[in-house]
């Protein structure tokens, strides 16, 4: 078991959810942009190998030479692979190619679950918030961002299958917080591509509440146009299209989880 990964100087949240095309991605830029709007400093970890939010952060791939790969292994120090971005107080460190073979790597490395544990701890008191985008798995970098993080945040698109798959997210973040990380917790989930006029979204919705209660937000984000578009031109939707229903949903979403996070706060 590590203590706790970080200081309180920053808060570490991963947004993480083993299933892919629910929305991580896009929720974690998004949610990045809108908090920063509200004056918080934020810096993004991009753990995925597919590399989709340092894409959507408008972070070119000639610019990644290095990247979380090589924090994770230990070859770079957090701040040689930070990266500004075009919005102001949101950073990021982006993932690279290399990233995909680090889990062959980590299998043989010692201490292999507190990597970024351990290169994030002396190195972000300069933030307010760190988010990890998580890989669509439940693999060794996954693991690295649980045991990095005081808490989980986990999109979930609503289809017919959104509760099997959550189930057992659950179980592996009690895994864990009872092995590694006992301070971690899961933050909230956060409802996705949700359409309305479907019946099966609002049973979904209405299974999820009934399960998880005020763990879920009140905020859902709908499916929505302009979010699939704005990552082809490099930036988040709130910056692509500041207007669209998809940026009032991640404005209410940061709003909101700010909110809980002032009363974890003061409940500590």
Known sequence: M??????????????????????????????????????????????????????????????????????????????????????????????????????????????????????????VAGWDYVLIDCPPSLNLLTLNALVAAHAVLVPLQCEFFALEGISHLVKTIEAIRQGFNPGLELQGIVLTMFDKRNNLTEQVAADVRAFFGDKVYDTVIPRNVRISEAPSHGKPVLIYDHKCAGSEAYIHLAAEMLKRERRATKGA
């Open 2 to 123: 590590v203590e706790q990964s970080v200081s309180n100087a920053a808060r570490i949240i991963a947004i993480a959810n083993q299933k892919g095309g629910v929305g991580k991605t896009t929720t974690a830029i998004n949610l990045a942009t809108a908090m920063v709007a509200t004056r918080k400093k934020v810096l993004m970890i991009d753990l995925d190998p597919q590399g989709n939010a340092s894409t959507g952060l408008g972070v070119d791939r000639a610019d990644r030479a290095i990247n979380s790969y090589h924090v994770l292994i230990g070859e770079a120090k957090l701040a040689e692979a930070v990266r500004e971005t075009e919005i102001p107080g949101l950073s990021v460190v982006p993932s690279g190619i290399d990233l995909s073979g680090a889990e062959i790597e980590l299998v043989e490395m010692a201490r292999r679950e507190v990597r970024l544990a351990e290169a994030l701890k002396p190195a």
